[in-house]
């Protein structure tokens, strides 16, 4: 353990992990992850042709091939465990994923599954251009179930108590009556719909135009996207007090105040360099256990972050009170606006988290022998976190 004073501070440097960590699945590494899910204790990744399971949250993984083409969602009832192939259509296990049967029968030729979920005995899939069915029988049976259902291309369902909603291409629908009529609720919806969450009587929609809140079951919808920088949204999940959303090209976002604001927590997050040189954090899809984030992406495999680090990370433009000097740098780094017991963190340019400092006043300390480059500045205290950019040059 190295050990600097400057300024009559006492800083600790230890080397610890990144925040974000790369899953143990080493033939998952490059892999599109489609979906993600959870189920008691298990994890399930779907990619093209198979899954990816865990059962030690994500410590390790096992790898099964289906043919389902993509595995673009699972749904759960009882020990039923149901996929959906966007080639294959639907596909049922009885015994946690280890065997896979098709189950198509009243499905169309072919069927492009896109979506599915459970309701007690009920089973809701979506067709992709054949819209809504049905299946009370463990999915040996499937009914159409879409009158009212005028955009067919369903992308999306979720389900709080008696209402149902189906997000398509063309907006959001609702059933109230188990699917036998269905009504567009797209009022201040703007675009398809990617992701839908439900938390108490708030419905969120996740859109190629960011996110959109619902307080009236959909009746009337309200853009919120304060802090939200890239707003093509692929997924949206909730845990407790706590919305994410899984960007196309600008990571996972966070809001803690039921999405009146967001604020970025791609520290250490993997990012690709395409074909016009642009870099991009591209993300799937997104599910919790209760204890950790699983963020599956498009090209970096599977990632995942314990959810007690992320307890409101605030971009420093939002805290002026907070400052970081001078910027850039070749030396010294001063923290001015500290006044409680508070972790320094620098990440370097690939997400490794090199350097920690503890500190419960203003500071300053020497990073002379960090390598030249882009650093991403972190301070965390038990109110939450803090986070910039700081150049470390000559």
Do not use: H
Request: aromatic share 12%; charged share 15%.
């Amino acid at each position: 353990m190295k050990k600097v004073f400057v300024l009559s501070a006492l800083l600790y440097f230890t080397q610890v992990n990144a925040q974000w960590q790369q899953a143990d699945c080493p033939f998952a590494s490059k892999d599109r992850i489609e979906c993600m899910a959870t189920n008691g204790s298990t994890i399930f990744a779907g990619r093209y042709m198979g899954i990816f399971m865990s059962n030690d949250n994500g410590d390790t993984w096992s790898s099964k091939d289906m043919n389902a083409g993509y595995v673009v969602g699972f749904a759960f009832k009882g020990s039923s465990i149901f996929a959906a192939g966007n080639i294959g259509g639907v596909l049922l296990s009885n015994d946690n994923g280890s065997t896979w049967t098709t189950i198509n029968k009243g499905l169309p030729f072919n069927p492009q599954v896109n979506a599915i979920a459970t309701d007690g005995t009920n089973i809701f899939a979506g067709v992709w251009n054949e819209g809504m069915y049905l299946s009370t029988d463990n999915g040996n049976n499937w009914t159409a179930i879409s009158n009212g259902l005028t955009n067919q291309y369903v992308k999306s369902i979720a389900i709080s108590g008696n209402n149902i909603f189906a997000g398509t291409l063309g907006g959001l629908y609702l059933s109230n009556n188990n699917g036998s009529s269905w009504a567009a609720v797209n009022t201040g919806l703007t675009s398809c719909i990617n992701s839908i969450a439900i938390k108490d009587s708030n419905i969120f929609a996740a859109t190629s135009e960011g996110v959109f809140l619902s307080t009236n079951n959909g009746g009337n919808w309200a853009p919120i996207n304060t802090g939200l920088t890239n707003k093509n949204v692929n997924s949206l999940t909730i845990n407790g007090s706590k919305i994410f959303a899984g960007t196309y090209s600008g990571g996972i976002f966070l809001s803690r105040d039921n999405g009146s604001s967001w604020t970025a927590v791609n520290e250490s997050f993997p990012s690709t360099v395409n074909f016009t040189v642009k870099t991009y954090r591209g993300v799937e899809y997104l599910a919790t256990n209760g204890t950790t984030l699983f963020a599956g992406t498009m090209d970096k495999g599977i990632w995942k972050r314990s959810l007690s680090e992320m307890t409101g990370i605030v971009d420093l433009k939002k805290k002026p009170s907070l400052s970081i000097y001078p910027n850039p740098t070749s030396n010294l780094l001063s923290v001015k606006g500290i006044f409680r017991n508070t972790t320094i963190k620098l990440y370097n340019a690939v997400g490794q988290l090199a350097y920690e400092a503890y500190a419960d006043n203003d500071i300053t300390f020497d990073i002379s022998n960090l390598a030249l480059g882009f650093y991403t500045f972190v301070a965390e205290d038990s109110n939450g976190s803090i986070c910039n950019k700081v150049i470390v040059g000559k």
